[in-house]
């Protein structure tokens, strides 16, 4: 199946913990991204990546890395989890970086932290 | 800065009434716009976009939406709505770079028999 596909589906862990999400387009996009969404459903843009190149940083903590080893992949590390970092994480990726270019996103990684 | 704003956090219908979901938007530049659908547990899916050609877009499932740049809307309707309508709604806009998506708060369209 072509998609975007990001793993764990779930993930649950406990503050000052360090975890990773994975992402991975086999839409041969040239563009990735990771956008948040809140508990209010509020979607917000953290990074996007272009050809590995590092495109925009949204101005978030920089407990959040991201890392693209391929235009393939984009995964996503947090350090030191805090409780406000509880969130849908959506990993999506677009034909290339143009305003113009519709986004195809992943089923999402709900995060809880507790 | 571009933005969106999205009338209603839900909206409510019977099936086979004509749906009508809100965007209003704000742009410094002829803007790009998209409506996307939100089912429960998955990620967003395009359902139409707005790049300066027809005015009157149609998208998938029977959607479509008129931009209007004398009202900066971008509403998305549908004739007749069906219980597998049900869903989240968002309306997004690109930014002046157009570089990312700027989304809406979303609308959640709910359907009763």
């Known amino acids: 199946d072509t998609a975007v596909s990001q793993t764990p589906k779930y993930l649950v862990t406990q503050m000052g913990n360090d975890k990773s999400i994975k992402c991975e387009q086999n839409l041969g996009h040239d563009t990735m991204y990771w956008y948040k969404q809140d508990s209010k459903k509020f979607l917000k843009i953290m990074f996007s990546?272009?050809?590995?190149?590092?495109?925009i940083n949204e101005t978030v903590p920089n407990r959040f890395s991201p890392k693209s080893p391929d235009k393939a992949h984009l995964n996503l590390h947090i350090n030191s989890l805090e409780l406000g970092d509880s969130a849908v994480y959506f990993c999506?990726?677009?034909?290339?970086?143009?305003?113009?270019?519709?986004?195809?996103f992943g089923n999402g990684t709900r995060l809880t932290v507790t | 800065a571009q933005s969106v704003t999205q009338l209603g956090s839900h909206v409510s219908v019977s099936e086979g009434a004509l749906v009508l979901l809100r965007c209003n938007y704000s742009s410094s530049v002829p803007p790009y716009l998209f409506w996307y659908v939100q089912y429960p547990n998955q990620g967003l899916q395009l359902l139409l976009k707005?790049?300066?050609?027809?005015?009157l877009v149609k998208g998938i499932n029977g959607f479509e939406a008129e931009f209007k740049k004398s009202e900066t809307s971008f509403h998305l309707t549908k004739p007749s709505a069906h219980m597998s309508d049900a869903a989240e709604y968002f309306c997004?806009?690109?930014?002046?770079?157009?570089?990312?998506?700027?989304f809406g708060t979303g609308t959640r369209l709910l359907v009763s028999p």
């Open positions: 999506a990726s677009s034909p290339m970086d143009r305003g113009n270019s519709p986004l195809h």
């Open positions: 990546y272009n050809n590995k190149e590092l495109i």
């Open positions: 997004a806009v690109s930014d002046e770079s157009f570089q990312k998506l700027v």
């Open positions: 707005y790049t300066s050609a027809a005015t």
